[in-house]
């Protein structure tokens, strides 16, 4: 196994694994010049491997849940393990970010991780070579690249599983979130959306003005949010999509992509689990923000397709920029960054 440093001039550092092709951590000054890790995650090798929640991960072949396991491609249907009863996640138990990867490119700002998926290992259609590549710029920008090709007609679907925290808190509760989207895909009691597209408007869901992540707490204390956002502008990759900030800190981080979906999660099903530091782990201890196609896309037709072509090359970028905020609160996406 690789452990990778990329480092910029700026200031920005970033450490990611080839197990799993994991972003580990991601080292910014906050407001005052103290360096934080802005990411959840663990210490040492053992600790991922012995991750139930995805820490860092890339994953894949298909990311997110596909209802039973099971879908049609070309006439032919295709069973997948069920990893998360009564569903298939993140690419099963033989899925990307279980996997070692090989170190295809390096360099000191930039790393191209591949692995090469095999259909008799994971079940999925063909074999698929991918590859991800992270890069730092000196714009403090993170930029994660996918890129993959199959030997047959198939699906793809990946993105990384990083849990964010920016201030070192015990919860992301007080974090400010805002996201370019008008509506959302609700889910059925197994977490898989049920086909229907709808508004974000009066419901706890709506993040088009920035507001605390506590707002999504329930009775019992944990921020219930597991769900598709359709991001309204993807069709210009550098116009900013979403946005997370800790007043506490002073740290935000804006997110690009060209991907349609940002997956946003709060960590409902974290159990209490030693993180790094030995900081324990829970619901609302970070937020993951996955960045990808519509989730079990593969068997909704209204949903726009995951589907790859034999030797169509998949491409898909996300853009993590770090900056500091110039005064005490948010003012939506025209807020500029130091």
């Given at each position: 196994m690789s452990i990778i440093e990329l480092i910029n001039e700026k200031g920005l550092r970033v450490v990611v694994m080839s197990r799993g092709a994991i972003l580990q951590s991601v080292h910014f000054p906050d407001r005052d010049g103290h360096v934080r890790d802005l990411t959840l995650g663990f210490d040492n090798l053992e600790g991922y491997l012995?991750?139930?929640?995805?820490?860092?991960?890339?994953v894949g072949r298909v990311c997110n849940r596909i209802r039973n396991g099971r879908f049609e491609l070309n006439g032919r249907f295709y069973q997948l393990d069920i990893n998360r009863e009564p569903n298939h996640l993140h690419g099963g138990g033989k899925g990307c970010g279980l996997r070692d990867w090989e170190v295809a490119r390096r360099s000191d700002t930039s790393v191209t991780f591949r692995v090469i998926m095999k259909n008799?290992?994971?079940g999925y259609p063909g074999d698929a070579k991918i590859d991800c590549t992270y890069t730092l710029n000196d714009m403090n920008q993170l930029i994660i690249e996918y890129t993959g090709i199959c030997t047959e007609d198939s699906v793809l679907n990946l993105t990384n599983h990083t849990y964010w925290n920016l201030d070192g808190d015990e919860t992301i509760n007080e974090h400010l979130l805002e996201i370019r989207a008008d509506s959302y895909l609700p889910t059925d009691a197994t977490k898989v959306p049920?086909?229907?597209?709808?508004?974000?408007?009066?419901?706890?869901?709506d993040f088009r003005s920035a507001k605390k992540l506590g707002t999504l707490l329930e009775s019992d204390g944990i921020g219930r949010v597991d769900n598709d956002y359709i991001l309204s502008d993807v069709k210009h990759q550098r116009s900013v999509n979403i946005l997370l900030a800790s007043e506490k800190s002073g740290i935000m981080m804006e997110m690009?992509?060209?991907?349609?979906?940002?997956?946003?999660?709060a960590g409902e099903y974290v159990t209490s689990t030693m993180?790094?530091?030995?900081?324990?782990?829970?619901p609302n201890s970070g937020i993951a923000i996955e960045c990808q196609g519509y989730t079990n896309a593969v068997n909704e037709p209204k949903f726009p397709s995951i589907r790859v072509e034999k030797g169509e090359v998949f491409s898909r970028e996300i853009v993590y920029g770090f900056?500091?905020?110039?005064?005490?609160?948010?003012?939506?996406?025209?807020q500029k960054l130091k």
């Open positions: 012995a991750d139930r929640f995805f820490m860092g991960q890339t008799d290992e994971d049920t086909g229907e597209i709808l508004s974000v408007e009066g419901t706890k869901f690009l992509t060209n991907y349609p979906i940002a997956h946003v999660y993180g790094k530091g030995g900081k324990i782990y829970k900056g500091h905020l110039n005064t005490s609160e948010i003012s939506g996406f025209t």
